[in-house]
């Protein structure tokens, strides 16, 4: 019997030495492995590049594909793409599908800022039904029950794109789903994204909660655990086994609440374990694609962040928790 599930990472220059990281992480655990193959898109490397990673990857089991966006996003096509630390690369997964043999049944997306802390196995081993995504809440569950301006925006934000109510708005970074499913989701998603890619404040995740109203099932924030959940403190309640690290501060450079560089020490020793992949590890790179300036303009502003909200709203720190909490102890997930 072969292997049930493919799961894959997409990743550019910038994402490709967290995304080794990840998949190394996954490599290790036999029980995930015993139902599943990793799979690695890469979409801006030349060829000697793409054989140096190739070369890394295949003694862990890791296959590499070349995915060239030039050829799959048609030049004729005019998108807005809005300018933050997520570049084009992330329309990639858009495509993975195809390539991936009908042998397996399940598709597990995982994005390359991630480290994976605890077993996945029940997740890559899960019977998906047809024509379901499983996906988990993010923070517009918490911003849109407020009463500020982000929370006008935000309810805005989600009723352009058709999402009725917050519970139901799901984060990116982690879904799965039936391999005939990820590829006709895709698809209606890129074919969203191209007819309203000004209105995808979020790009792709925007374009696939558009078109996953209704097909989203509920999955446990075990294997999803973005920056919103551990900024509200439910770590010990959660105890996940993939930590999604969302937003600009990205655990190999960054040292901003809530992890404070805990994670830096990891990406360092994969470096000495793989000096070849310090070609692929600039940061200044980086700093370009996401529009900032430098690490401590980063981190300054993560910073900044974090104390204006508990200095000038304390009692949203409190009240985010509690629903956040309420949440977790009440819903059902699919797994």
Not at 90 to 96: D, E, Q, V, Y
Not at 115 to 139: C, E, T, W
Not at 284 to 306: C, P, T, V
Request: proline share 3%; glycine share 6%.
């Amino acid at each position: 019997m072969g292997q049930k599930t493919a799961i894959i990472f997409v990743a550019d220059r910038n994402f490709l030495v967290p995304s080794i990281l990840a998949m190394l992480q996954i490599s290790r655990q036999k029980d995930t492995m015993s139902v599943s193959d990793l799979f690695l898109f890469t979409t801006d490397l030349n060829s000697e590049d793409f054989q140096t990673i190739t070369n890394i990857a295949k003694n862990h089991g890791i296959k590499t594909i070349n995915l060239d966006l030039n050829k799959v996003l048609n030049e004729d096509q005019s998108l807005s793409f809005r300018k933050t630390h997520i570049s084009i690369s992330a329309l990639g997964r858009f495509f993975t599908g195809s390539y991936i043999d009908s042998k397996y049944e399940n598709i597990l997306y995982i994005d390359g800022d991630v480290q994976v802390v605890g077993s996945i196995f029940d997740l890559a081993n899960a019977d998906i039904p047809d024509g379901k995504i499983l996906g988990v809440i993010d923070r517009q569950f918490l911003k849109a029950k407020e009463r500020d301006k982000s929370g006008v925006k935000t309810r805005e934000y989600l009723k352009n794109i058709g999402v009725l109510h917050e519970k139901d708005y799901f984060n990116s970074g982690i879904l799965a789903a039936e391999r005939k499913t990820w590829i006709n989701l895709c698809k209606e998603a890129f074919d969203y994204f191209i007819n309203n890619s000004e209105g995808c404040m979020f790009h792709d995740q925007s374009a696939l909660n558009a078109v996953c109203v209704g097909r989203r099932l509920p999955m446990s924030p075990k294997y999803n655990f973005t920056t919103m959940f551990a900024e509200n403190n439910v770590l010990d309640i959660v105890q996940p086994s993939i930590i999604h690290f969302t937003g600009a501060e990205k655990p190999w450079f960054s040292k901003a609440r809530p992890w404070r560089g805990r994670f830096m020490s990891s990406y360092a020793d994969l470096l000495k374990q793989f000096p070849q992949l310090e070609a692929f590890y600039s940061l200044r790179e980086y700093f370009h694609s996401s529009g900032q300036s430098g690490l401590s303009k980063i981190d300054r502003h993560a910073n900044r962040m974090w104390f204006l909200t508990r200095i000038l709203t304390p009692w949203r720190i409190v009240l985010r928790r509690r629903r956040l909490v309420n949440y977790l102890k009440t819903k059902q997930f699919f797994i």
